[in-house]
């Protein structure tokens, strides 16, 4: 049998068991060279299993449960309700003004050209005359909503971890 | 109450740490994948139980990686809350020990450390401290061998903080570095070879 080098290593580290301990063994009992490798081994093992094993401190738990304090709970469902519910609310504002919303698309207003800023303001004041408080509160809810379902979409992208 | 009822609606759940150290003795008999899947749901009495069942030994894994207390305090606690932060991406058909092994292995060779600072500063602590002949030779040769390790490739550290850290079996560093038996034994082998010669030359 030539040197079992890399038996010896696990022998060292209990981790050779059946026939190909029993035959490493036997080689060891002949053989000098393998003896003081595996005393060495044997050695090197001990030093490492001697390092301090660390006990951890009450304040390792304690500031694991701080900091998760600030994060959302796992498994906790996105606001996609809430989102939901805020997004109804807003259609149901939008239905008395239907018609000023429906306007807004009609063929027969024209919107001012991008650059044009005095027709900007002029075609504001015309709606401002038409707009009830029931459109503004439906189109923020509606927005409020949007933003809702981007936040959570972007939240649940979560990088892997590794 | 508003607060509470708010808070319910957003689906988020406060912590109480008056709980953390007193999880459901039920939930302590518990296997760690049951646990996991249970804190997927948003059970964090779930994860109380984990954080108690390996705070060890993910603290002396980052340890044998970092050779600092402190710095393997910090690595302990970040391991922590990934494992809260990323739950979701936990597969229960896995070992839940060989996903929290690898995020703390990850966590800790990121922050490693250099070398030469760390034998510096235990030879400042061995010097500073006056130590009877047989304490100062075990230290000078606990030096030796953290001045040795912190020269093994980022991958040799991984396996000597599994192996020696939290005490797996070569089966167990297999599953959780995803690589087959024999691999492992190589690789420990190879590794177990440098510190030899790392040991025998600085000796």
Known sequence: MQHPERELYELAEGELTGNVAAETYAHLRTCPACQATFERLTSLHARLTALPQLQPSPALAQAVHLRIRALPRPGARPHWRVAGLIFAVGLLALLPSLDVLLGLFDDSVHLPAFTDWSGWFVWLEQLSANVEATLVVGLCAVAVACILVVAQTLTTLQPQVR | ?203
């Open chain 2, 1 to 203: 109450m508003i607060f509470g009822v708010i808070s319910t609606a957003l689906g988020r759940s406060y912590f109480d740490p008056e709980a953390a150290g007193s999880p459901v003795p039920q939930q302590a008999e518990l296997s760690d994948e049951t646990l996991a899947r249970r804190l997927q749901g948003g059970d964090v009495d779930a994860f109380n139980v984990l954080v108690e069942r390996y705070q060890q030994v993910i603290l002396n894994v980052a340890y044998r990686i970092v050779g600092d207390r402190d710095e393997a305090q910090d690595i302990a606690q970040e391991v922590f809350v990934k494992v809260y932060q990323h739950i979701a991406q936990f597969k229960p058909e896995r070992r839940f020990f060989s996903w929290i092994y690898r995020i703390a292995i990850n966590t800790a060779l990121q922050t490693r450390r250099k070398p030469q600072m760390t034998s510096l500063e235990n030879l400042t602590l061995s010097v500073q401290t006056p130590l009877p002949d047989e304490l100062a030779e075990r230290a000078e040769q606990e030096r030796e061998l953290w001045t040795a390790l912190a020269t093994l490739s980022p991958r040799e550290q991984a396996l000597m903080g599994l192996r020696y850290g939290a005490d797996l079996s070569y089966e167990e560093i297999a599953a959780t570095m995803d690589v087959p038996l024999g691999t492992v034994k190589t690789w420990l082998f190879r590794a177990k070879q440098r510190l030899t010669t790392l040991l025998e030359r600085g000796s």
